[in-house]
C-alpha cells in the first residue's frame, strides 16, 4: 500500500529536459518581468534564511529542558538510602521535597530524587532507540511495551492518527540517556610500599597511608617512641622502648622486671634485637584527654617508674541512621518462634569466639603489613553510630519504639563476590568457619591479644591452626551471615577494643 502511494508521486513529476526548454522560452518572451521575479524571489529566500538562522539560535538556547525523576518511598527507607540510590545527597532530597531535618518519611509519599535532562520538544536526550515493527504489531502495542504514550510514538515517528503500520518498519521507540563520560574504572591491584627502611606495607594500588604522627620520650634510662595514624580514638599505637645504660662506665645493663601500663591494664611487651615492643589501643569510647602510660622497671640497682601523658583525641565519628519497621507486639512477624538450626548456630558460634578471643599467644607480628584488598573503597566507616529507629504500624499510625543507638565496630570495604582478601598482619587462623552473623568469618590471632576479623566472606582459604602471613590471600569477599551485600567487614581488636584496622597500615613495626 504504502509502495503504491510513492510510485503514484513518481509518475507525476514532470520530465525535466522538456521542463527547461519550457523555461527557456518562457524567459525569452517575458525578459525583464522575470529579472524582477528572480530578483524578489533571492529577496525572498534570504529573508527565510536568517528567519531559520534566528529559530536554530532559539532552538540552541531552548534545546533542554529539565524533569524531575521520582520515587516512591517504600517501608523501611530513610533518605540516606534513597540518596545513596540515586546517586544524590541528603541535602539535595531536603530542598526538592521541602523536607525539614528530622522529618519522617511516609512509606508510600513520592518524592523528587533526581532530575533528567531532555530535550525542549520534550524528548531524552541521547541517541534513539529504534523497534523494528512485526507482523501483528499495533502502535499501542508497541507503546506500552516501551513505556511510553501511543501520542509520544506517533509524534516521534510523524505518523498520523488511523495510518497503518507496515511490518519490518523501523520505529524510533525511546532515547538512550546520554550520560556524562564515566569515570575510568579504579585499577584493581596492589603493590608492595617500603614505608621505612625495614617495614613493608601491601597496599592497593588506589591507597597510600598516612604518614605516622611520633610521641619521642627520653631520659636516662631509655629512649620511649610511640607511633599512631594520630592520637585520636579508635587507633593504634606502636610503641617501642629502647634502653640505655644510665652509667657510662658499664657497657652492658640488663633491664630487669620491665613493665608498662595502661588505661589500668598491663601491656605486654615483645623482646627483640633493639629493645621492647607492644601495641596499645586508643579506645573509641574513651572521653578524650591526656592518661598516664607508666613504665617501671630495674637496671644496675636502680629502680625507675616514670609515667608519661598520652593524649587521646576526640574523632568525629559519623552517625547514620536505621530505619526499621520491627511490627507491632504480638504481630504474626514477631511471633514466629525460633528456628532451633539458628539457635544452634547462634550458641556454638559465640561459644568459640569466646574461646578465640580469650587466647593470649606470642607475639607473631613481622615486619610487613596488608590492606586486606586489592582496592581501597570503604563503604562504612569505622564506629559509625548507627541508630536503630524502630516502628510499627497500628491502625495505619506509626508507633515508635524507643530507639537505640549501635557503634559500627569495624571498617566496610568495598569487595565484591569472590575478590580477594589478605591477612594484615602475620599470625595463626584461631577460627575460620561459617557464623550466624559474620557468615563465613575468619579470625587471625596475631599475639599478645591482637586479632583481625574477616566477615561476610564467600569462600575461606585457610583452616584454623595454620600459619600465615600478611598478604596472603585468606579468603574471597561475599554476603554470608547478616549482611546486605557484598563486602569486607575488617575488624582490628587489641585485647578487646574494636579499632581502625587501617589505622596499623602507617606503623613501622619491626
Ligand atoms: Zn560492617
Redesign the pocket.
Known amino acids: 500500500m504504502h509502495n503504491t502511494s510513492i510510485n503514484t508521486d513518481l509518475t507525476r513529476r514532470p520530465n525535466t529536459s522538456t521542463y527547461l526548454a519550457q523555461l527557456d522560452k518562457r524567459a525569452f518572451l517575458f525578459g525583464r518581468a522575470f529579472v524582477i521575479l528572480a530578483l524578489l524571489l533571492s529577496a525572498l529566500i534570504l529573508q527565510t534564511a536568517i528567519a531559520s538562522q534566528t529559530s536554530q539560535l532559539d532552538a540552541r538556547n531552548a534545546k533542554y529542558q529539565y524533569r524531575p525523576i521520582y520515587h516512591k518511598v517504600r517501608s523501611g527507607e530513610y533518605l540516606g538510602k534513597i540518596a545513596s540510590r540515586y546517586k544524590t545527597t541528603i541535602t539535595k532530597l531536603r530542598h526538592w521535597n521541602k523536607l525539614k531535618p528530622g522529618s519522617v518519611l511516609p512509606a508510600g509519599r513520592v518524592i523528587q530524587v533526581g532530575v533528567k535532562r531532555v530535550t525542549a520538544a520534550g524528548k531524552l536526550s541521547g541517541s534513539k532507540r529504534y523497534y523494528t515493527v512485526r507482523k501483528g504489531d499495533s502502535l499501542s502495542s508497541i507503546a506500552r511495551r516501551h513505556r511510553i504514550s501511543l501520542a509520544t510514538l506517533r509524534k516521534w515517528n510523524g505518523f498520523k492518527k488511523g495510518q497503518v503500520l507496515p511490518a519490518g518498519k523501523r520505529l524510533v521507540v525511546g532515547f538512550t540517556q546520554s550520560k556524562k563520560k564515566a569515570a575510568p574504572p579504579i585499577k584493581k591491584g596492589t603493590r608492595w610500599l617500603a614505608i621505612t627502611s625495614h617495614t613493608k606495607v601491601k597496599l592497593p594500588l588506589n591507597y597510600n597511608p598516612p604518614k605516622a604522627q611520633l610521641l619521642d620520650f627520653n631520659n636516662k634510662y631509655y629512649n620511649l617512641r610511640l607511633f599512631a595514624e594520630s592520637f585520636r580514638q579508635g587507633k593504634a599505637v606502636y610503641l617501642e622502648l629502647l634502653p640505655r645504660n644510665p652509667l657510662p662506665t658499664r657497657s652492658v645493663a640488663e633491664h630487669s622486671g620491665l613493665s608498662i601500663s595502661f588505661l589500668g591494664q598491663s601491656i605486654p611487651l615483645t623482646k627483640t634485637a633493639y629493645g621492647y615492643r607492644a601495641f596499645l589501643a586508643l579506645p573509641p569510647n574513651k572521653k578524650p584527654g591526656q592518661y598516664p602510660l607508666i613504665i617501671q622497671g630495674q637496671v644496675v640497682g636502680q629502680n625507675y617508674r616514670i609515667s608519661h601523658r598520652i593524649p587521646i583525641m576526640d574523632t568525629k565519628f559519623p552517625v547514620s541512621v536505621w530505619r526499621q519497621n520491627v511490627g507491632a507486639p504480638g504481630s504474626k512477624k514477631n511471633s514466629k518462634p525460633p528456628d532451633p538450626k539458628i539457635a544452634a548456630l547462634i550458641k556454638k558460634s559465640t561459644i568459640k569466639k569466646n574461646q578465640v578471643f580469650r587466647l593470649r599467644t606470642n607475639d607473631k607480628i613481622g615486619s610487613r603489613l596488608a590492606h586486606p584488598r586489592d582496592l581501597h573503597k570503604v563503604t562504612?566507616q569505622f564506629y559509625t553510630i548507627r541508630k536503630y529507629v524502630r516502628y510499627y504500624y497500628e491502625n495505619k499510625k506509626r508507633i515508635y519504639l524507643k530507639s537505640f543507638s549501635r557503634p559500627?565496630r569495624?571498617l566496610?570495604l568495598r569487595g565484591r563476590t569472590g575478590e580477594p582478601i589478605y591477612a594484615m598482619l602475620d599470625g595463626t587462623v584461631a577460627a575460620a568457619q561459617r557464623m550466624f552473623y559474620e557468615g563465613n568469618f575468619t579470625v587471625i590471632d596475631h599475639g599478645n591479644g591482637i586479632f583481625t576479623g574477616y566477615?561476610h566472606q564467600s569462600r575461606l582459604h585457610v583452616k584454623e591452626g595454620e600459619s600465615v602471613l600478611a598478604g596472603q590471600m585468606i579468603g574471597q569477599s561475599g554476603s554470608t551471615g547478616m549482611s546486605t551485600g557484598p563486602?569486607l567487614?575488617m575488624s582490628l581488636w587489641i585485647r578487646g577494643v574494636a579499632l581502625d584496622p587501617l589505622s596499623i597500615l602507617c606503623l613501622p613495626v619491626r
Open positions: 562504612s559500627h569495624g566496610d566477615m563486602h567487614h
